[in-house]
């Protein structure tokens, strides 16, 4: 059976580049960046060159970049570390209730440490609204955490607007940029980002590694104590490895971008094509005029996710129900129910697809008939 991998949003795979630049790493350069010797030297070298190119890739400088392990690190030292650093100056922060657990767990945190957190709404069409934004602003909001594109919809949010409504409060602008990094080009200073997360393994590098981009002027404490690394803001032996794993990945989504962009254009509509030639009943959830090309998230009336899941896994499919971390369990998308209500049928009937870099053409129409017979199956019974 031909597996075809629709789950680039949970995580992809590496790219053969990333693994050819990551294996002679292993044995040729394994000293501690922070030694002073030759062996260090040449492990700071590829921290410096790695670095170089996360700042590069937005806009933004190299002393602006702390890596991470990842995208909920990021998240949670934007949130947490921010709110500590600033609490002389107010204890509101703002989100929305569709941001990754991430950034919601951290927030849930910070109230729970006498912060207040104002959770902003997002409409059927998947996107928040900046005059909601505009509305919960008070003098003591300190932080605004928005997310770029949503992971389970793939909606892209109004960044530019929210920087330019922000650029003149004291409320530091955080954005989960994780799944928006390699499709949507992103400069920090242009849309006064403060903070913006981006992970790795999103973007065919290693998993384990991600960055934040932490403007030059924001005030942040740190969340853990040790070293010296990272301007002592994640303080730890860096994973040179994966960093350099990581910038081959950035320089080649950077590189693909435009084809990468109208390739899933192209897979999308194809697949949404194959589906409705078949007779499939489907309703798009989301504004597809707003969304990235290489996610899509589906309902299928008169079925449920756990079925459609795994049918879909027996004939081959990887697909998931929303986000990857809440996969397993049952539990109706966060997301979907922000949009259309808790108790919509939506929320327990609709599947996320991802396109990525090894899907090809015949995959997306292989996999749309497997998923049609499926659900007209699953729709009948
Ligand atoms: C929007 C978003 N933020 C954060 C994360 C977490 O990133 P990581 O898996 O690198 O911790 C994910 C991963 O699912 C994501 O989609």
Redesign the pocket.
């Known amino acids: 059976m031909n597996h075809i991998y629709l789950d680039h949003?949970?995580?992809a795979p590496m790219a053969t580049e990333v693994i050819e630049a990551m294996v002679p790493i292993y044995s040729e350069v394994f000293g501690n960046p922070s030694s002073v010797h030759a062996f260090g030297r040449k492990a700071r070298q590829l921290m410096d060159q790695a670095r170089q190119v996360f700042a590069g890739s937005i806009h933004a400088e190299e002393k602006e970049i702390v890596i991470t392990?990842?995208?909920?690190?990021a998240?949670n030292l934007a949130l947490i570390g921010t709110a500590l650093a600033n609490k002389q100056k107010g204890n509101h922060i703002i989100t929305t209730v569709q941001e990754?657990h991430?950034?919601l767990h951290a927030a849930e945190h910070l109230e729970e440490n006498g912060f207040n957190v104002t959770y902003l709404p997002v409409y059927e069409d998947g996107k928040m609204a900046v005059n909601d934004l505009k509305q919960a602003l008070t003098d003591h909001t300190i932080v605004v955490s928005i997310?770029s594109v949503?992971?389970e919809t793939g909606i892209i949010q109004p960044i530019h607007d929210i920087g330019e409504l922000l650029k003149n409060h004291q409320a530091y602008f955080h954005t989960?940029a994780?799944?928006a990094y390699s499709q949507l080009p992103i400069d920090v200073k242009e849309d006064h980002i403060d903070l913006l997360?981006v992970?790795?393994?999103?973007i065919n590098g290693p998993?384990g590694i991600?960055f934040l981009y932490v403007n030059k002027n924001v005030s942040l404490h740190t969340l853990q104590f040790g070293g010296e690394q990272e301007r002592k803001r994640r303080p730890g032996t860096e994973n040179v490895v994966s960093a350099v794993g990581f910038q081959h990945a950035v320089q080649l989504a950077m590189n693909q971008r435009e084809n990468r962009v109208e390739t899933y254009k192209e897979y999308k509509k194809l697949f949404i094509e194959t589906l409705e030639q078949a007779a499939v009943n489907v309703e798009l959830n989301g504004n597809q005029s707003e969304a990235i090309p290489s996610i899509i998230n589906i309902s299928f009336p008169g079925t449920n996710v756990e079925q459609l899941l795994t049918n879909f896994d027996l004939t081959g499919i990887a697909a998931s129900s929303g986000?990857?971390?809440t996969a397993g369990s049952v539990e109706p998308s966060h997301v979907l129910s922000a949009m259309y209500g808790a108790g919509n049928e939506r929320t327990t009937n609709s599947i996320r697809f991802s396109f990525g870099l090894h899907n090809k053409k015949e995959d997306i129409m292989e996999a749309a008939e497997r998923i049609a017979s499926i659900v007209k199956r699953l729709a009948a019974s």
Do not use: F, L, R
């Not at 392990?69 to 690190?73: I, L």
């Not at 992970?199 to 999103?202: D, E, I, R, T």
């Open positions: 949003a949970a995580t392990s990842g995208g909920t690190e998240d990754h991430a950034v997310m949503n992971n989960d994780v799944q997360t992970s790795s393994h999103k998993k991600g986000s990857a971390c």
